[in-house]
């Protein structure tokens, strides 16, 4: 799996959603990572869409991407 680096994904959501937070946590966060681990994100932000909704919102912004993503 090829993916951009964490920080160009962080900045997208940042630019996208302006959280509050962001975390990452999962095999990366520990350094632990293999080849094909995911990116596991614990996104907090505040908004008047239904939990559901957000999730969608977020996949959409990476619809096209190539690699596994955890996003809480």
Do not use: C, N, Y
């Amino acid at each position: 799996m090829v993916e951009p680096p964490v920080d160009e994904i962080v900045q997208k959501i940042v630019e996208t959603f302006h959280p509050r937070r962001i975390v990452m946590f999962g095999s990366r966060a520990r350094g632990e990572q293999g080849t094909d681990s995911d990116l596991d994100l614990f996104v907090e932000m505040e908004s008047d869409k239904p939990p559901r909704q957000r999730v969608r919102a977020m996949h959409e912004l990476f619809s096209r991407r190539r690699w596994a993503m955890d996003l809480v």
